[in-house]
């Protein structure tokens, strides 16, 4: 190789090798391994990579965990239980027992007053036939009528009506007047028609056994 026609300056490696020193040695020739098994690993690393993807990928699709026998064994026994087991409203739904209903109450019979009483037992001790007069003085017109009405439905049998005959009196109540051994007559007389038993005295009558002197409306007459 002249000057003339190499375009660049000598260097070292321009120098020739002593005599007797190897040449080539950084170019000793390489086995079919060596150039094989980089490629190789590429391939078995691509692979465990694609193959750990797939599986995260499929991780994320299903992320419920899958239950083993032993919970499926026990999910089916707590579900058989709870389907025969009755709630406790259902139990006390099934055991109340049901109202009765209310029934019909007689309506209660109306007892008789101790007035009633008072007035049957006056007319049970009366001398029903006694003669009694019915006198009106200063009550209402027909006062007397009614006062006879009355002791006749009571079971009087020898009642009159009749103004009173001689008026000025001087009294201003309803009075009952008996002759002696009338009195208990006379209080049933005064009993029937409404009159006080203490307006009720004992006179000489020269007619009747038993007068009723009416001066005002008679309680239970009419």
């Known amino acids: 190789m002249t000057s003339s026609r190499y375009p660049y300056e000598p260097d070292e490696f321009d120098a020739p ?27 078995v690393l691509a692979g465990a990579l694609g193959v750990g ?3 995260y990928v499929s991780m994320d699709d299903d ?12 999910g089916t026994d707590e579900g058989a239980e709870a389907s025969e087991t ?5 139990t006390d739904a099934a055991t109340e027992e049901p109202t009765e209903e209310p029934t019909e109450t007689e309506e209660p019979t109306e007892e008789p007053t101790e007035e009633t009483d008072d007035v049957d037992s006056l007319l049970a001790a009366a ?5 009694v007069r019915v006198l009106n003085e200063n009550g209402p017109a027909g006062e007397a ?14 009642v009159a009506a009749a103004n009173y005959p001689d008026p000025g009196t ?10 002696e051994g009338r009195a208990e007559t006379a209080q049933a007389v005064a009993a029937v028609l409404g ?9 000489a009558l020269r007619d009747g056994e038993v007068i009723v002197v009416v001066e005002e409306d008679l309680p239970n007459a009419g």
């Open 170 to 179: 001087g009294l201003t109540a309803n009075t009952v007047w008996y002759i």
């Open 17 to 43: 090798a002593p005599a007797g020193a190897p040449v080539g040695v950084h170019r000793a020739p390489r086995s079919a391994w060596s150039r094989t098994w980089p490629f190789l690993t590429v391939i």
């Open 63 to 74: 992320p419920a965990p899958v239950a083993s026998s032993e919970d499926s064994a026990a």
């Open 127 to 131: 001398d029903l036939s006694a003669y």
């Open 86 to 90: 009755p709630s406790d409203e259902a």
């Open 145 to 158: 009528a009614a006062g006879q009405a009355a002791l006749t439905a009571a079971g009087f049998t020898d």
């Open 53 to 55: 993807a797939v599986a």
């Open 195 to 203: 009159i006080p038993a203490e307006q009720a005295s004992e006179v």
